[in-house]
């Protein structure tokens, strides 16, 4: 399966976001149109004030952003042992070749219809994805801001997420990351850490995932090499460019620029979506999809991951990843601790497999002794993560899917500048 794109997607996610949430507040509004309920609104100097709409935004987040249930909980009725009970009739022995002569072939009884769904089954599974949509956002949000407190408890809530759905390793990940940062890490360790997840390099309001910046970096730094054909471990790549590569990167843009020859973007910019946004919402609307319906249901799967992960951690999820940090670490054997299968184990088994590793590089090895082979003229396929970036205009979520820096990787590969010049007209000087 091809990689899903996160910036497209993760717009479409808000689109459709923005959409239900819009619905929503038109139902608390009882309008037909939000949209021209705002503009009559305006039209007659009455538009509401945001300490009127503060007020009714929590009330809307506990009914359609929260797992909590509206109401109180259904209770059954307890029932008396003695009434489910059945008399004892009179026993009636027979021989068994009476029962056989006597017995006819009997009529399979059809199962009786399932019962009907009391619940709202549709709206149920509009909760979970305004939850995990609201979630996602927030986490998006924060990174862009430099928020790491805010980004970090958003973290915390994708492990019981992680848990819940098919991606058993995440769990293993982000839990060893908060066990690392809350029990095993001093306060001072833990900030510095924590610092390290989004980097700004400018120190203005733009902020980038700390991986993201190594991976542009490490490709910045692959093109010098491989253009100057030298080593990652040579003085000079070392001491000098792998210290003051942004700036480096930094000079050719700054120049450019001056002169007026930058690179132009290509970038055009996003068209509003108000015609998408009244799609979603008349759909919303012809199907009361945010009202409660009784009985309606699409199907049967379950996509509340977060409840499901936290059962999985209580049920052994989270001692299995216990079991095995300190079975990686040497604190105990493992003979005297069990392992339940609930977590899956990420870690590969090199013990397992070294005859398999053994019997692979044997057969690497006699084809690569072929002289015949054309491995040589084979280049590696590099895989790059998509450089991109998400930040705040007017208080608006923004993604730039274009690169930190229009080009200077390019510059490093093709050797524009650093190639030595050479005036083919001057004869050289002994």
């Keep these: 399966m091809k990689k899903v794109e996160f910036y497209p997607g993760t717009q479409l996610l808000y689109l459709v976001l ?48 929260t797992a909590s249930p509206l109401g109180s909980v259904w209770v059954p009725q307890e029932i008396e042992i003695s009434s489910l009970e059945k008399p004892k009739g009179k026993s009636k022995k027979k021989s068994a070749e009476s ?18 769904c009391k619940g709202d089954f549709v709206l ?10 609201l979630n996602s956002r927030k986490l998006t949000t924060a990174v862009a801001r430099g928020d790491i407190g805010r980004m970090y408890e958003c973290i915390k809530y994708l492990l019981f997420t992680f848990g819940g759905s098919t991606h058993t390793n995440y769990i293993s990940y982000v839990l060893e990351t908060v066990m690392n940062l809350e029990l095993e890490c001093s306060p001072g360790l833990k900030v510095a850490l924590l610092r390290g997840l989004v980097w700004t390099l400018t120190g203005l309001t733009d902020h980038y995932e700390g991986d993201f910046i190594v991976e542009f970096f490490n490709r910045l730094l692959e093109d010098v090499v491989e253009r100057k054909s030298t080593q990652f471990d040579d003085t000079f790549i070392r ?41 979603l919402l008349q759909l919303y609307k012809d199907t009361e999809l945010h009202s409660r319906r009784l009985g309606r249901q699409i199907d049967d799967r379950d996509t509340d991951d977060f409840a499901r992960g936290v059962k999985k951690l209580c049920e052994g999820a989270l001692q299995a990843s216990i079991t095995k940090t300190a079975r990686n670490r040497q604190v105990f054997h493992t003979d005297t601790v069990p392992v339940k299968p609930t977590l899956a184990d990420p870690v590969n088994h090199s013990d397992d497999s070294d005859e398999e590793n053994e019997s692979s590089s044997d057969e690497d090895s006699s084809e690569s002794d072929d002289p015949n082979s054309d491995s040589e003229d084979k280049q590696p396929n590099r895989f790059y993560a998509t450089q991109g970036s998400t930040f705040l205009v007017d208080g608006e979520l923004v993604f730039d899917e274009r690169d930190m820096l229009l080009g200077p990787e390019d510059d490093f590969e093709n050797g524009s500048d650093d190639e030595d010049y050479v005036d083919e007209e001057t004869p050289d000087v002994d």
């Design 18 to 65: 923005n959409a239900k949430l819009l619905d929503i507040w038109h139902l608390a509004f009882k309008t037909n149109d939000i949209f021209t309920h705002f503009e009559g609104l305006e039209k007659a100097g009455t538009l509401p004030d945001i300490e009127t709409l503060l007020p009714m935004a929590p009330k809307l987040y506990r009914t359609y952003g």
């Design 124 to 133: 149920a599974q509009e909760v979970d994805f305004i939850r995990d949509g």
């Design 239 to 279: 001491d000098i460019i792998s210290r003051n590569l942004w700036h480096i990167a930094q000079l050719k843009v700054a120049w450019r620029m001056g002169l007026g020859m930058h690179k132009k973007s290509h970038k055009h910019t996003d068209p509003h979506t108000k015609p998408e946004m009244r799609t």
């Design 99 to 116: 029962e056989t002569a006597t017995q006819k072939p009997r009529k399979r009884k059809e199962k009786p219809p399932p019962k009907p």
